[in-house]
């Protein structure tokens, strides 16, 4: 295996594990283990397990900002960009159920650009008159426990139903759509 192989066969295992039992629930012996390495060839890409964590972190919640923050359609309406947010957010989570929950697990992936996003469509639906004045983090904390809350009802693979999704996207324009 070269030296990138190996670089990412530790990111992957560390991610299998660090989902399934946490960062403190994992030995960096089970890490080498699952990724097919010696303990000590860990250390020569990582310094420390926390920087493999950091590394891990930073990778994927890029990667969940990068999907979720495509341009949104030019027609689109404040219902429509939430619509869409929560669209790409749920496709993140069924693609890559491992990195979903260990992103979870270890806390927000808000990050700056997430809550720009956030934070403009709440001002534009605000001046559209369509949304109630609602902050980037409550908009944000939306989506994401409905998320959590749905990927707990999905199916093994991480597959939500539709109608359960549109149920809920439903559910949370209420929540944020301005009355009258």
């Given at each position: 295996m070269s030296g990138l192989g190996k670089r990412q066969?530790?990111?992957d295992g560390a991610l299998m594990l660090f989902a399934a039992k946490g960062f403190d629930g994992t030995a960096?012996?089970?890490i080498a283990a699952a990724a097919g390495v010696a303990v000590g060839t860990i250390y020569r890409y990582f310094p420390t397990k926390e920087a493999l964590d950091?590394?891990?972190?930073?990778l994927w919640a890029d990667r969940?900002?990068?999907e979720v923050l495509q341009p949104l359609p030019?027609?689109?309406?404040?219902r429509a960009a939430l619509r869409t947010y929560?669209?790409?957010m749920a496709a993140f989570a069924r693609t890559h159920p491992s990195a979903y929950r260990y992103l979870e697990l270890n806390g927000p992936v808000e990050g700056a650009r997430i809550l720009q996003a956030m934070q403009a469509l709440a001002d534009w639906g605000r001046r559209e008159g369509a949304m109630k004045p609602v902050t980037?983090?409550?908009l944000q904390a939306l989506l994401r426990g409905a998320l959590a809350g749905l990927m707990r009802l999905a199916a093994p693979d991480g597959a939500i139903p539709p109608?359960?999704?549109e149920e809920m996207e439903d559910c949370l324009w209420n929540a944020v759509a301005a009355r009258g």
């Open positions: 066969a530790i990111l960096v012996p089970e950091g590394e891990l972190r930073a969940f900002a990068g030019a027609n689109a309406t404040p929560w669209r790409r980037a983090g409550v109608a359960l999704a």
